[in-house]
């Protein structure tokens, strides 16, 4: 404001903030949040009279539960609103109101919103449909505010399609602006900047400085159709010419999906599995192991840097990885691990490195994003269909297991974690990309084994992440992400074992999807809820290998011996021993190496005391 700039502070609203609170421990049973509804209110609207006295003209409440299924019937939900917006609209002093729903329709809860008096209200029409004429009239002199811009990917905008979203609003709503369907943090700063993506991927990409003149483009639209012709124009011709772009479609690919049976989808009975493996691997009782990672020191990460200026050869660039893989291999052998790793030096993040050797994938130079809290991540774009032209990951694999007699695991991202965190193709259903990824993969896959790798391990820590927010479209988003793994790992022989790792997750909630993936050993996030996850695998009759973490690698607290036997025995309780794993709850990049050493060692020790437990025990 004492710029001359009008700002629009935002804040989350008191329904979302309510819904998305957990309890906290000491709550009594059954306690929900929302049920403090009227402790929160006069806070906002404290704020609100703070807000108007400084000046503001509109303050924004974001809403986005309200899209989302949530536990609590949706009537409790309705009377939520209802009753926030009364107060917050009835302040003495205020701002006006806008309220924001974005990620996807608003279905009942717009009659709600539209009964209150507020001053205007945002909708996402991009992922949303538009709301029916009836719904729309109950705004009356509201504003609405029309996402049409997709605010979440990075695709230009179909400008013919949004106008003729407007033009619907426009008939059955009142006064309309134009907006993105979220705030423009999803997404990078200014397509231009990225000068080594060809002109003609950059011509189908808006990032947000792109985007905010789509929203002027079609706010002109708005008040005089005329305005926006040649720009509207000009939007369908490259969506057209996108449409048709070698490496878009390509005949190869689709022949391979197309020619796709049940059979690409699974394995042998588990049981059979379990014996080849047995006659092949040799494993000890409760095998330790590691999630993949070893730290990402700064001598890695600047020969990287190096590399990647032309300071260092290729050759001398592999000849420090190879020497930090060595190390790696040595450091577990002489810690006692039963399935070593090699670490991952080579890789600068476990998407984009597979997306830098992946065709029909690209990757940005400046596209950075906010991931969460301060931490950020520079997503990959997928635009075309994949393919995998060469071995990605096989060379550094053969060398890691020609240093060491143990199994040394094969590593690799998952067709889900792959899309989840990259900007993804909107062209056609992500079900036909995850298989086009997981061919890419199951081809990566079967050359490692050729190559001797006994274990390979395929991490999807993002399956629970792209779970939709209606219920309704669970089942068809567990059925292609899962059967996107299956096809990338059901290709080996019975004797090679798959393992996969997932996390930041409520496992309960995907618990069939994880026994769906068919893995024969499963590592799970389990050390910071001290083992809760036991108790789903137990109730469920998980079958088969499963490592529930026992070090929370985000923090560099080491977890002691004691403690970390203590968790064991937790776990030993409730998953038949034969199928326990011990290992870390994630991988290890984010670590240094003191720590790390520390800890792996403790995990070992707390291994044999309780390996020794079940042996005697057993006599
Ligand atoms: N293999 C990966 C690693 O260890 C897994 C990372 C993850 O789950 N986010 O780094
Ligand atoms: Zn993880």
């Not at 974005?102 to 949303?128: E, M, V």
């Not at 011709?237 to 479609?249: D, P, Q, S």
Request: hydrophobic share 40%; with cysteine; glycine share 8%.
């Amino acid at each position: 404001m004492a710029n001359g700039i009008e700002t629009r502070p935002y804040i989350v609203g008191p329904v979302t903030y309510l819904l998305l609170s957990k309890a906290s421990d000491d709550a009594p049973a059954g306690f929900a949040p929302l049920s403090r509804l009227e402790d929160v209110l006069p806070v906002y609207v404290q704020l609100l009279e703070k807000l108007a006295a400084a000046g503001a003209s509109w303050i924004q409440f974001d809403e986005p539960a309200l899209v989302v299924d949530q536990d609590t019937p949706a009537a409790e939900i309705e009377a939520a609103v209802a009753r926030a917006y009364e107060v917050l609209s009835g302040a003495a002093k205020r701002p006006q109101i806008l309220v924001s729903t974005p990620y996807g329709a608003l279905d009942g809860q717009l009659g709600t919103l539209a009964a209150t008096n507020i001053d205007a209200l945002h909708i996402d029409a991009f992922k949303g449909a538009v709301p029916s004429a009836a719904a729309l009239a109950g705004l009356g002199n509201k504003t609405l505010v029309a996402g049409v811009v997709d605010g979440h990917n990075i695709w230009r905008n179909d400008l013919a399609v949004s106008a003729g979203k407007l033009d619907e609003l426009k008939a059955a709503a009142g006064r309309i602006a134009v907006s993105t369907s979220t705030s423009a943090q999803h997404v990078p700063h200014d397509v231009t900047e990225e000068t080594q993506l060809s002109g003609e991927l950059r011509s189908w990409l808006a990032f947000a400085d792109q985007k905010a003149v789509e929203v002027r483009i079609l706010a002109d639209y708005v008040a005089d159709p005329a305005s926006a012709k040649a720009a509207i124009d000009e939007a369908s011709a490259v969506i057209a010419a996108r449409a048709t772009a070698a490496g878009v479609h390509r005949e190869d690919v689709r022949a391979r999906t197309g020619a796709l049976t049940g059979a690409d989808f699974s394995r042998s009975a588990y049981e059979v599995r379990e014996a080849a493996q047995e006659e092949a691997l040799h494993l000890p009782p409760l095998p330790t192991t590691t999630i993949g990672s070893f730290p990402q020191t700064s001598e890695i990460r600047s020969a990287r840097a190096r590399n990647n200026r032309g300071d260092l050869t290729n050759e001398q660039y592999e000849q420090l990885m190879k020497d930090e893989i060595k190390r790696v291999v040595d450091l577990q052998e002489e810690l006692g691990y039963d399935v070593l790793v090699h670490g991952e030096p080579e890789r600068n993040d476990m998407v984009q490195y597979f997306a830098e050797n992946l065709e029909g994938v690209d990757v940005t130079v400046h596209g950075w994003v906010q991931s969460y809290g301060s931490r950020c991540t520079r997503p990959s774009i997928l635009w075309g269909d994949v393919t995998r032209s060469a071995p990605i990951t096989v060379k550094w694999a053969e060398y890691a297991q020609s240093l060491t007699n143990k199994p040394m695991k094969g590593m690799l991202t998952g067709p889900v974690t792959i899309l989840a965190w990259s900007f993804v193709r909107d062209d056609q259903p992500l079900g036909e990309t995850a298989n086009q990824v997981g061919l890419a993969l199951r081809d990566e896959i079967a050359d490692l084994e050729a190559a001797g790798i006994k274990i390979i391990q395929v991490d999807e820590p993002a399956l629970r992440e792209l779970l939709p927010l209606r219920k309704a479209d669970h089942s068809a988003y567990l059925k292609w992400s899962v059967d996107s793994f299956r096809l990338a790992t059901a290709g080996v022989a019975d004797a090679t074992q798959i393992h996969t790792h997932l996390c930041y997750s409520e496992f309960g909630v995907i618990i069939d999807a994880i026994d769906g993936l068919d893995a024969d050993v499963t590592s799970i996030e389990a050390a910071r809820s001290r083992m809760e996850v036991v108790h789903d695998l137990e109730s469920h009759g998980f079958g088969r290998g499963v490592g529930p973490g026992v070090y929370d690698i985000h923090s560099p607290r080491v977890p002691g011996e004691q403690e970390v036997t203590e968790l064991l025995a937790t776990a030993v309780k409730h998953v038949p021993s034969r199928q326990l794993w011990v290992n870390p709850d994630c991988g290890l990049k984010t670590r240094g190496y003191a720590e790390t050493e520390e800890s792996l060692r403790n995990l070992v020790k707390a291994t044999r005391t309780v390996r020794a437990g079940l042996l005697e025990a057993a006599k």
